[in-house]
C-alpha cells in the first residue's frame, strides 16, 4: 500500500515537472514570436512617414533664357504626376508585373501557393511573388537585401499602404520612385534618359522597352544590350497582344523596330563655373529657408544668359591658346633656368582667365568663366582671385577727382617724380612708354593710361579718398592708402571690378550683382525672390562724364583696336590694365546694355605673361571678339550713353582751357558738369592778329 502510495506521488511529481516543461517552452516559443513580431513592427514605417511619402527630386538650374543647365540631386528624378504618363505605359507595367494589381489589397494571395515551396526548399525568397505594392514598399523603406525579415516587413507595410492610398496614387509613386539604370530613378527622368524626351510622349516600344529595367537594370539596359532589350521589349508587347491592349498585326510591325536610344545628356560643361556659384549660394540660402538643395525637386531661375556665355565662350577658347602658345615661348628659357621637368612646366605654365558679363541695370550676372578648364581647377578667378588691377584702378582715381571738381581739361605735369614711402624708400614710377612730356591734360592722361599724372593727381586728391571711392563703388577687397595705388598696387576681385564699372554705366547706381532671381519649390510656388539691391554712388554728372573719358580709351587710346582692328563700331567705354612685369592684363569695358571685364594671367603671380603682353595685346582681344559675337547674336538695341541735364557740353581751347573764341588754332569740345566748368573767354587768342585756322577735335 505504501509503495502504490508512493509511485502514484511520483507520478504525480513526474506529471506537474511535464507541464512545468510544456508551459516553459510554449512561453519561451511565445516570447520569441512576440520578441520577434516586435522586432519586425520596430523596422516598419511609422503612420506618419507613410502619409507623407516624399521621394527625393531633382533641382534643376535655369538660365535666364529658360535653358536647363544644370542639376543638382542625390537621386536623379523628376516627379510627373499620372496624368502625364500614356495609358500604354501603365498597362505595360501592370501586364508584365502585377496584372491581378487591381483585384489585391497588397499581396496577390494566389501567387503564393505557386512559389512558396520553390522557397521552402531554397530557404530564400527565390522565387518572387512581389506585387507593385510590395515592389513600392521595398523601393522606399527596405532596399534589395533578400532575408525573411525583410520580406515580412514588406508585406506588412504594402498591406498598409494600400490601406492609405488608391490604386492611382500607388502606381504614380511607384513609377516616380522605381529605379531605371544608369542612374535615374521614375520614369520621366528615364524617358529622358534613354529616349531624349518627356514621359508623356513615350511611344508603346519605347515603354515596353523601359518596364523590363525595372527587373534588371544593368541586364536588361537598352544602351549595354540592345539585342537583350528587345527581346524582353518583344515580350512585354506579346503580354500586351494576349491581355487585348495590342493587336498581332500592332505587335509584328512594332517588335521588328530598333530601340533607337538618344540618349540625353545635361550640357554640364555649361558655365560650369557659374553653375557652381549658384550651388554655393543655393546652398546657403537653402540651410535658411530650412530646404534640401539636392532632395526637394527645386526650381532656380538664374540670371544667366546662354547666349551671352556662349560667347563668353568662344571668345576664351578662341584666344586663350594663341595667348598660351605665346607665354610658353617666352617662358622657356625661365623653364631652362630652374630646370623644370616637362610636367611641372605644363602645370605651372597655363594662362588663366576671369570673365565676368553683368547687365548693370538690374544687376544680374549674365556669364562667367572663372578659369581655362572647370575639370582642372574648380578655383573661380572671377569672384575668388584677388589680382593687381594695374591701371584698370585708375578710373576710381579720376572718378575722385571728377566728383571733386577737377575737370576734363585741367593739366598735369607728365614729368618724372620722386616719391618717399613712409618706410623711408623711395619710389620713382614711370609711364609704360618710359618716356615723359610737359603739361597733359585729364582726358589725354586718361585715354593714354599716363602713370605719372596719375601719381601726381592722387597726391593731390590722397590716397585715402581714392580708398574711400573704390569701396562705396563695390570693391571690398582692403586696399592699401599709399600712391602707389593710382597704378593699382592693391589687388581686387574681377566680379567687383566688373561691377564697379557698371555704376558709369547705369548714371551713378549701383545694383548689387546676383546670379540667383528666384527659387520655387516642386509644386511651382516662390520660395524665395532676390530683392534688387540698389544705391546710388555718383552723380548722373560724375557718372556720364567717366563714361566720356573712358570712350576715348577706344577710340583713340590704349583700348583704340577695339575700333580700328577689332571693328567694334557701337558705342563702348572702358580700361585697359597691366601690372608690373606683364603679370597681369585687363580690360573692364561697356556699353549701355552691358558691362564685362577680362583678367588673364598664371596662378601664380611670380610668372610673368611675357614682355608685350599689356592689357591692350593680352585681354583686350578676348573682350573684342565677346562684344562682337554678343551684338551678332542678340537682338541688343543700339543706343548711346545719354548725357543728363547737369552736364553741358562747351568748346575750349586746347591749349588754355578756357571758353575758345574764334580766333584758338585748336577747339576741343568737352564736357563738364554745370557746377564745374570754365566760364572766361580765352585770354590768349582774342584778336585778328592770332586768327588761325581753326581745327577742331572731338571726344
Known amino acids: ?185 521614375g520614369i520621366q527622368a528615364a524617358a529622358k534618359k534613354y529616349f531624349g524626351k518627356d514621359a508623356s510622349e513615350l511611344t508603346i516600344e519605347e515603354s515596353a522597352a523601359l518596364i523590363p529595367v525595372l527587373k534588371s537594370p544593368a541586364y536588361y539596359s537598352p544602351i549595354n544590350h540592345p539585342e537583350r532589350a528587345s527581346a524582353r521589349r518583344n515580350l512585354v508587347m506579346r503580354n500586351m497582344v494576349v491581355r487585348g491592349e495590342l493587336t498581332q498585326a500592332e505587335y509584328d510591325s512594332l517588335s521588328q523596330l530598333p530601340i533607337e536610344i538618344d540618349e540625353f545628356e545635361l550640357q554640364s560643361k555649361v558655365a560650369p563655373y557659374f553653375t557652381e556659384y549658384v550651388r554655393q549660394q543655393l546652398q546657403v540660402i537653402g540651410d535658411s529657408l530650412r530646404v534640401d538643395i539636392y532632395e526637394d525637386g527645386l526650381n532656380v531661375y538664374t540670371t544667366l544668359n546662354s547666349k551671352v556665355q556662349a560667347a563668353v565662350d568662344s571668345a576664351v577658347y578662341l584666344h586663350l591658346p594663341e595667348l598660351q602658345a605665346r607665354a610658353e615661348k617666352k617662358l622657356e628659357p625661365l623653364r631652362k633656368k630652374l630646370n623644370m621637368t616637362d610636367s611641372v612646366f605644363a602645370e605651372k605654365s597655363k594662362v588663366q582667365i576671369a570673365f565676368a558679363v553683368i547687365n548693370q541695370e538690374n544687376g544680374h550676372i549674365m556669364a562667367m568663366v572663372g578659369g581655362r578648364d572647370f575639370t582642372e581647377s574648380k578655383f573661380n578667378r572671377a569672384v575668388q582671385a584677388r589680382r593687381q588691377p594695374g591701371s584698370a584702378f585708375k578710373p576710381f582715381l579720376y572718378t575722385a577727382a571728377i566728383d571733386n571738381g577737377y575737370t576734363t581739361v585741367d593739366k598735369f605735369l607728365n614729368q618724372p617724380v620722386v616719391i618717399i614711402n613712409p618706410d623711408g624708400s623711395r619710389w620713382d614710377p614711370e609711364n609704360y612708354t618710359k618716356t615723359f612730356g610737359g603739361l597733359t591734360t585729364l582726358r589725354e592722361a586718361v585715354y593714354n593710361s599716363i602713370n605719372l599724372v596719375a601719381v601726381r593727381l592722387i597726391q593731390e586728391i590722397t590716397p585715402a579718398t581714392v580708398v574711400d571711392y573704390a569701396h562705396k563703388m563695390g570693391i571690398n577687397t582692403p586696399l592699401r592708402p599709399f600712391p602707389t595705388l593710382a597704378l593699382g598696387s592693391s589687388e581686387v576681385i574681377p566680379l567687383e571690378l566688373v561691377s564697379a564699372f557698371g555704376i558709369f554705366a547705369n548714371q551713378g547706381v549701383r545694383v548689387e550683382p546676383f546670379a540667383i532671381s528666384r527659387i520655387e519649390d516642386r509644386f511651382g510656388n516662390v520660395i524665395f525672390q532676390m530683392p534688387t539691391k540698389r544705391s546710388e554712388i555718383l552723380s548722373k554728372a560724375t557718372a556720364y562724364i567717366m563714361t566720356n573719358l573712358l570712350e576715348s580709351v577706344v577710340n583713340q587710346g590704349t583700348g583704340g583696336s577695339l575700333r580700328w582692328k577689332y571693328g567694334f563700331t557701337k558705342p563702348a567705354a572702358g580700361k585697359t590694365g597691366t601690372t608690373n612685369d606683364f603679370t597681369d592684363a585687363w580690360f573692364i569695358g561697356y556699353t549701355p546694355a552691358l558691362t564685362a571685364g577680362v583678367w588673364v594671367g598664371f596662378d601664380d603671380p611670380q610668372l610673368s605673361l611675357g614682355r608685350g603682353e599689356s592689357g591692350a595685346i593680352a585681354a583686350l582681344p578676348i573682350w573684342a571678339e565677346f562684344i562682337n559675337r554678343v551684338y551678332d547674336s542678340i537682338n541688343i538695341p543700339e543706343e548711346s550713353f545719354q548725357q543728363p541735364t547737369d552736364v553741358i557740353s562747351l568748346q575750349v581751347c586746347e591749349e588754355t582751357g578756357d571758353l575758345a573764341t574764334n580766333y584758338c588754332p585748336k577747339i576741343l569740345n568737352e564736357v563738364f558738369n554745370v557746377k564745374y566748368h570754365p566760364t572766361g573767354m580765352c585770354p590768349k587768342h582774342r584778336g585778328p592778329s592770332q586768327n588761325k585756322k581753326k581745327k577742331s577735335f572731338i571726344f
Do not use: C
Request: hydrophobic fraction near 40%; avoid cysteine.
Open 1 to 185: 500500500m505504501h509503495i502504490t502510495v508512493n509511485r502514484l506521488q511520483k507520478s504525480s511529481l513526474w506529471s506537474q515537472i511535464k507541464e512545468r516543461k510544456k508551459a516553459i517552452i510554449i512561453g519561451g516559443i511565445t516570447v520569441i514570436i512576440l520578441g520577434w513580431f516586435i522586432y519586425l513592427l520596430s523596422g516598419l514605417p511609422s503612420l506618419t512617414e507613410l502619409e507623407n511619402i516624399d521621394p527625393a527630386l531633382v533641382t534643376r538650374v535655369y538660365s535666364e533664357d529658360g535653358e536647363l543647365i544644370h542639376e543638382l540631386f542625390k537621386y536623379n528624378r523628376v516627379y510627373v504626376p499620372i496624368e502625364r504618363i500614356p495609358q500604354h505605359t501603365i498597362d505595360a507595367l501592370l501586364y508584365t508585373e502585377d496584372h491581378r494589381f487591381y483585384r489585391h489589397w497588397g499581396i496577390d494571395v494566389k501567387r503564393i501557393p505557386k512559389v512558396i515551396l520553390v522557397d521552402l526548399m531554397s530557404l530564400s525568397f527565390r522565387q518572387g511573388f512581389s506585387t507593385i505594392t510590395m515592389q513600392l514598399a521595398r523601393n522606399l523603406y527596405f532596399g534589395f537585401h533578400k532575408t525573411m525579415n525583410r520580406k515580412l516587413r514588406e508585406i506588412i507595410t504594402a498591406i498598409q499602404i494600400e490601406r492609405t492610398y488608391s490604386k492611382t496614387e500607388i502606381l504614380e509613386m511607384y513609377l516616380n520612385q522605381t529605379y531605371f539604370g544608369h542612374g535615374v530613378y
